[in-house]
């Protein structure tokens, strides 16, 4: 058993512990993070948000290709999906070959150690390494030990894949199949169906709920799914009952409008959503624990004041971004002796949604508006009618804002159409800083650009 | 002679005037815009931002398709200069179109009128159609008449080309050229010569002064010239002699570091800047005119108040987004009773350069506040590092921002690189509503997206 | 029968309407004002704010006399009632003069006729005047004929004064009772019984409720109630039965815990709230109207776009300063042809409690909070450790704050103490523009002012 | 000689210091101040702000008193100076225990040393103390050693009193002179000369410039001047030659258009500006020192990084708030390892002159503008027309607000008149957080308050 003591231990070393862990490095602190893969960078990186994006813009470019003729080009296109594996593992190495150097420049302040980590006590934590054991002691502590994909106790579950085989480096799923079954309707769930459909694939989504995107506002939810391709197949209200293997790939059974019913897939991936990693310890310690993960305030403490939970973990805003900040309020009020000097601001995260179309959304929107009373004035921009929008030749969208009828502010947006994870920054820094209508209508957005719409929305109530 | 009476009469139907325009209508004013084209839309339409952004469309789809095995496609791709015409024109048509149908929804209050425009005094224009003459009575005037390739007066400048011929509808040049020279290196010079070096022309760029983009930062215009693809050849501090007609083409002959040199080019475009296009009588009236055009203040009110300047005609920010603000700024004014009730703010209007690569820039950068004496923090992002532009293999670019180091307030920033366009709006937004750098640095911008770099490099300097 | 044509008609002439009455005209509108009265300014100044506050004027400083040798002065204090009420007299006298100079220099645009108006139709308008009738026909309607005390219909309330009595020009009370009874305990209930209390007389206040000033929030309330003089009786849970009149006074009968009792008073004040004067016809236009009033959206619109309901008719927030804001809302909306150009902002209308001591809120206290779900961040700074209070010799009282804990940004606060109405407003805007609790913190108030404490309640939670 | 370890010291404990300290304490700092006075406090509570104020609401009142006839009160008023002495040095004694029990609540993290610091290097202090030496280790420093009055080597300085002699307990000048002298035009001559006219005392002010208040903007300071009583004389383009002894007091002999003259008063103050205290050994370090005092940039940095100037000492913004703002960030800074994480905002500092009237401002007034080339809106209101100031019998002064013309956000204002110094933090407030002439205009500011009067002036520009 080694002993060592350092100012700050994270436990993770993804968005919800690095940006934080760095910054208490610059600050002269002695940190160590500990993460089980050994490298720095959540699921974001290894399997989430990064490559799943390298993909999508694989699939962007070649529904660009495919319809370049519109643009006055002359094209022919295909792909070996392993080419588009390949570029996807690029990406990913290149940002882990990033990430190495940056911490190779932190160093000896702070440093990565992989192993698994749990509470001993409250300043003390055991490491199981992959060849020694650590004790280690800390002043203050970070869990940010992410989440995971939720794997529905069910027959043949087995046989689904998750979005980490599908998109890790060197992922199980290193060809394209003919047909895919994606059980469940989030975000991770829309975003692999209408990708895979663009590359041609045939997809079905099974659903339990009787929308797509539970988590998110109805109406975005409805309206988002009304520009999808038809050819993706939605089947809702449904029960799932089992998995089984067949001749050409697996058969998903499930119960809808009490028949039974099933459909096959050269795949079947499992994408019901994420469960929190709590590190082993945890609930001895006496932390507030729920089925979201383990609690923390807007200063990102715990309970324990000089125990913090950022990111995933705490299930407040699942996102790399939001997860990014939250370790830096929690560095920050590490730094100032776990009295809070810093505070994270969840009202104004973006939150993208990848599919074909993009789409995003920040703030609040109708359906929680109604639950806290809040009386909202709405207005919106078709895309249809947007300079940028036509020039791509995609004029599917629209841009929503929703003001606070009390205040006259801007308290919610969405974005639907390309370009939306590019703009919905803007809508949210307008949320963070209180703009009202008249100032986001007397904002001048350059032309021609997508964010023109932001504008011409609010100029509707003016 | 017809004799007409309106509320408001506009002298344009561009972006300094159709907004303004329907606002007032509206408001159940009668409105007459009296324009030369005859169609709504100005410049921006005709021969500036929409055909130019398409064609760059064209161009960068191109380039893309070029690298889309970096994205593991295999693609080929040809084109035709006049399919890519073809595309452009039908951008223009589809908003001419658009444009039509918003006005005849406006009917009657508001209304179009084809001709030339000259004031008789302050509350009467005279206006010479094809086949009539109108004398128009309106208690309030917005001259909105924009502004025109600046024609040098130099021998052979009637071999060449302005932005107009390239980019109106069915445009004079409506084949590639092998080789092209463009007089000037301001911004629109630059894209053309950018877009068309993408598109395979060896394009030269003959400048009179000692760098590019005179009316802007140096050192953003040294950064973004940094940036440039080297096989574009750029002429500093030259003196034009004569553009000569030539065999394969013209020859342009100046002077550069007292040797006289020449240049020979399939095609020779002017681009030195654009001049304002006075409404006959304007002098008469006493109204205040500059080089730059004619003069209005922060209400857009010239010296005579019920007589208002928008757009380029006034010179102070010669970009479509300003103009559309200022022509409602105009509106506002003349609604309250030519009693000011709405400002422009110029301090945050985005300005984008469509280069390749993509540049932007809003608000008092270093060149500017060293002038007024404003002491400024600095930081920057580069994009190098930035998740979306390795996904996109554009990872040449920067963010980079100022702040006024009295208040800690972003005043300005700039980004070059892929997506410039769509991200400096927040950057504006910021500005406008008055962020500090905390603000900044503590707003959670999506990943992966440009945008993050936003935050990042606020970061740095917390 | 004179028939009049005006652009706006405003039924009242007070705060709901001459500052937009006077913008208009500014604007070129020709503007009739009707009103009962026959003179610009409702019942702020003819027997609300104004007087009343001019009356406490004179008690604190009285106040300040009687504890004068606390600042090493020597004095001796009296005073006969009627010397008050004549200084009173003299601020509003001096404030009508200065509204009919403000008047005079509207001529002609602006008008006002005395008289009492009834709509006949959408667009007409009835006016009963001294000496004659008048219909007037006007594009557009603001409705601001105000509040006035509800009257119990209870035996003896012909007995009651009511604010009017107390505070118009010449009142009717116009010596200094030696005691008082008053019914009610909302605002002008309490304001009224603490300055007769530091003038010396006996007061004996019945309400209804459980507790003081029920339109506002508990905790708020009960804070201020316990820093009253306990020489003030408070008599709660309390049912009216009757007034009689009595050898010396008037007997008020009442019932609490179920046993009847009484209490006499030299005077009986009647303050049981405020209802709205409704124009008659109004229900005939079939305008929406409540026990509140006239309703008006967040652009001072009725259900008739072109008739706007503005100040205490509407029951929104019925305080001076909010219809001063509301007629101009009203009237820049006019401007803009009926189409909203500009909307109330309710979120941080300051309110003021101008009892011994002195209180004040803004935007949303706990109890509001609690209904709407949102939960809240608190910090409070006591002003008894506060430099400014101290040498006013006045250290009771506290500034006390709330902050939305989803984004860190101020949205309420109260403070109790002397000067509290000089500096709410500062809180004010820091919600109308948005601030973090950072921002708060991070501003450096003036010392010695009690404004300090506004920082420094903020920096607790930093 | 004692060794001590501390994390951080500080020199100095006024405001400069000890927010700050409390700060890092409250992080579980060990922290020591060192200050010579040996109490927590610098010049604003031992002889500036908290006793000249108390003073000055002596006078206040007693003005009031003598005109309470105007508020319809019977009252007479005398005073023994040495009874106002007594209130003033029990606000300050107050003032002083409630400073000592903090400190005490800090302790052991916190502790105060009466001693005379000096450097012996970056790290190292030593302390002179009245019986023991110290040697003090330290991690970091912040020096905020404060001013204190420049006196002027010439002939008779040593008949002269200081502000020190004034207000400092148990002050030198402890009964009423007949007359007074005052050398100097600045804020604390100022305050002190219409204090003491106030309270019957002939004053005379002799000032070398053209004009009073030198430091701040022109127009500011003759406005200010031009509402004193005129019983002040005010002799401006003087050179001082000698103070001499005289019979009934000292005689001061100046130049003046080139002839000698002589003012005689019965006590002489010199009030010739302030100077920094550099602490010993502060040059040898290599800090970068000016005539201002000890540089230090936005975070409270000096040119070693880990030393901090703070407060007075670096002359940016002689303010206790001001002061206690940048301890603060010097602290927060300190806490994140001398990187920094906050910035002072030195925009927005409020600025009040306590004469009668009372005076402040903030932000950019005219003419520094005009040095910077910022063009400027400008608007007023006169609180001649003011309801508050009306019921206060104090209707001389006024609201002046500067927008920038290019962004209409507000830069500047003052306030000269009743409550000056209570309401100067909204219009701060109001530059902090970036707000426009549409912002400020449509603010409801509470009614009847001084603080309309910002709004009215803003609605004039719209």
Redesign the interface.
Known sequence: MIYEKADILTIGAG?GAY?GAFRLA????KVIMIDTKGVMSGN?LAEG??PS??LR??AS??K??KK?????????????????????DN?QK??YK?HDQELNEALPNLRLIKGKASFLDEHNVFVQSDDKELKITADSIIIASGAKPFILPIEGNNYCMTSSDIYKLKPTLDYLPKSMVILGAGYIALETATMFNQLGVKVTVIQRSARILTEMDERFALKLQSMFNPSIKIELNTKLIKIQKDSTGYSVFYEQNNTQKNVVGEIVMMALGREPVIPEGSKALGLEITKKGIMS??AMQTNIKHIYSSGDINGKSM????A??QS?VAA?NI????????????????N?IFTFPEA?FVGILPSVAK????DI?ETSFDLA?D??S???NEDVGEIRQFY??????LIGAWVIGE?A??????L???I????????VA???????????G??KAA?K??
């Open positions: 968005a940006p610059k600050a002269g602190k974001c948000c990064v994006k390298a813009q694989a470019l070649y660009y290709i370049s003729h519109l643009f006055g080009l002359k094209a022919n296109v295909d792909f070996d999906y392993k080419s588009i594996i390949a570029y996807k990406v290149l940002r990033q305030n807007a996102l790399f971004h939001s990014t900040r830096l920050h730094l100032a002796g776990n009295v809070p000097i810093d505070y994270m601001d969840y009202s104004c995260v973006p993208s995003a639950i806290n009373g809040i004035m009618y300079a940028k036509q020039i791509l606070d009828s009390k205040s006259g502010k370009e994870s590019s703009i919905i920054g803007e949210g820094v307008m963070q800083l209180g703009a009202t209508v008249k100032d007397n904002y001048a957005n350059q032309h021609p650009s997508v964010a023109e932001i504008s100029r109530l003016l």
